[in-house]
């Protein structure tokens, strides 16, 4: 399986054990925004699962279904959008998202 490429800004790891309750409760994508600063509209969130759907779009974050994982699941839970492969995280995903300016 290809890797996906480096981000500029990684998101900051959200262990299962610290003050956010589990997917698909939004505190966890919270918490992470929190502690990078970046308000919802801003990110964008890769799952590979319905609770990672539910939890995307609890938290107001758009929601990137990852289809190597379960991709009629991905579809039904409300993925924003179906990604095919780890490759298609970064800039080229980028290119196909609408600029917060232009909005």
Not at 10 to 31: I, S, W, Y
Not at 37 to 52: H, I, L, Q, Y
């Amino acid at each position: 399986m290809p890797k996906a490429p480096p981000c500029d800004r990684p998101a900051p790891e959200v262990p299962g054990d610290q003050d956010a309750p589990p997917k698909p409760a939004p505190g966890g994508p919270h918490l992470a925004l929190n502690r990078l600063n970046v308000g919802p509209e801003r990110a964008v969130f890769v799952g590979d699962s319905p609770t990672d759907m539910t939890a995307a779009r609890s938290a107001g974050v758009l929601a990137l279904g990852a289809v190597w994982g379960w991709p009629a699941a991905l579809r039904a839970a409300g993925a924003d959008h179906l990604l095919p492969e780890p490759t298609s995280i970064g800039p080229s995903l980028l290119r196909h998202l609408t600029p917060i300016d232009s909005a």
